[in-house]
């Protein structure tokens, strides 16, 4: 754990998010300042900074399909965008890999 990420903090549960699901490799909370009516955050517990530092294939495997269960057990979630900024100029504030989950209607472009 990173002690100075916030979303390290938010998975050992020493700062409170709105968790959507979880399970031993991940956690879904519900971003602050959405851009969709169903935007989500897809999280790995483990600490990689951004997209570029994690060769762990299994994990890159089950951020996918945390989307495709979201997808299926959300109303209104059927059809969505999956967005992942790597770099601060690619629009990427914490970092910590994370994955944007948008849905629930017309989705703006990032």
Known sequence: METDC???RIIAHEVTAEIVAENDNLIVI???FPKTAIHYLIIPKVHYKD???ASDCPLT???FSM???LSANIPGADEYRLVI???YKAGQRVFH???HFL???LIPEF
Request: charged share 10%; aromatic share 4%.
């Open 6 to 8: 916030i979303f390290c």
């Open 30 to 32: 519900k971003d602050i």
């Open 51 to 53: 997209l570029q530092s």
């Open 61 to 63: 495997c089950a951020v």
């Open 67 to 69: 989307a495709r269960t």
């Open 85 to 87: 900024n790597n770099g």
């Open 97 to 99: 890999l994370h994955m």
């Open 103 to 105: 849905a629930g209607g």
